[in-house]
T-cell receptor, first 115, second 117 residues
Framework: GNSVTQMEGPVTLSEEAFLTINCTYT??????LFWYVQYPGEGLQLLLK?????DKGSNKGFEATYRKETTSFHLEKGSVQVSDSAVYFC??????????????FGQGTILTVHP | DSGVTQTPKHLITATGQRVTLRCSPR?????VYWYQQSLDQGLQFLIQ???????AKGNILERFSAQQFPDLHSELNLSSLELGDSALYFC????????????????FGPGTRLTVT
């Protein structure tokens, strides 16, 4: 079955530091890949997505590139802010068949940014 | 605000009881998904409905059931509750089914936090 593995957290950074959260996946074919963010006490928000190999998703300064050869979708940001403190989830939707639209999530990475 | 609403926000109940969680999708969205978020299992897909019909099932217990009504709102029913059912339950909606390799964005509600005592 499909699976997503994220780097274990928590990740603690100082403001303006560079962020990388690693994500690798196992799936057949070409899944669609997503990063969701969950701020304290809130639901999940879609941060960015990529639907085919070599696509780069980007939003709010965050970027991730769909790498088929390494089955990865690492999240990066050049300069984090305190307001980026949240839990980040890597997720995929399998390609066709009985996957329909169900999201398979990684375990989440807690990011804390200090001033 | 995603446009997906869930009620109630918090629910505290005792073991053995039954509860109903309600979800209203974004206007125009036909698909509704239910997910469970717990500390030990993480975020897991439970079940999906599309335009009133069940489309996919995930790790949903037999004690749990769901339905989607003609007005497209959905309810998740949890019965014979156990301590381990304590979790955050999310509903998400999207405009359509996944088709041909493309994927429609899912918009999540704020969740219902269920505490079983």
């Amino acid at each position: 079955g499909n699976s997503v593995t994220q780097m274990e957290g928590p990740v603690t950074l100082s403001e303006e530091a560079f962020l990388t959260i690693n994500c690798t996946y196992t799936a057949t074919g070409y899944p669609s890949l997503f990063w969701y963010v969950q701020y304290p006490g809130e639901g999940l928000q879609l941060l960015l997505k990529a639907t085919k190999a070599d696509d780069k998703g980007s939003n709010k300064g965050f970027e991730a590139t769909y790498r088929k050869e390494t089955t990865s979708f690492h999240l990066e940001k050049g300069s984090v802010q305190v307001s980026d403190s949240a839990v980040y989830f890597c997720a995929l939707i399998g390609a066709g068949g009985t996957s329909y639209g169900k999201l398979t999530f990684g375990q989440g990475t807690i990011l804390t940014v200090h001033p | 605000d995603s446009g997906v609403t869930q009620t109630p926000k918090h629910l505290i109940t005792a073991t053995g009881q039954r509860v109903t969680l309600r979800c209203s999708p974004r206007s125009g969205d036909l698909s509704v998904y239910w997910y469970q978020q717990s500390l030990d299992q993480g975020l897991q897909f439970l079940i999906q409905y599309y335009n009133g019909e069940e489309r996919a099932k995930g790790n949903i217990l037999e004690r749990f059931s769901a339905q989607q009504f003609p007005d497209l709102h959905s309810e998740l029913n949890l019965s014979s509750l156990e301590l381990g059912d304590s979790a955050l339950y999310f509903c998400a909606s999207s405009v359509d089914l996944v088709a041909g390799g493309s994927s429609y964005e899912q918009y999540f509600g704020p969740g219902t936090r269920l505490t079983v005592t």
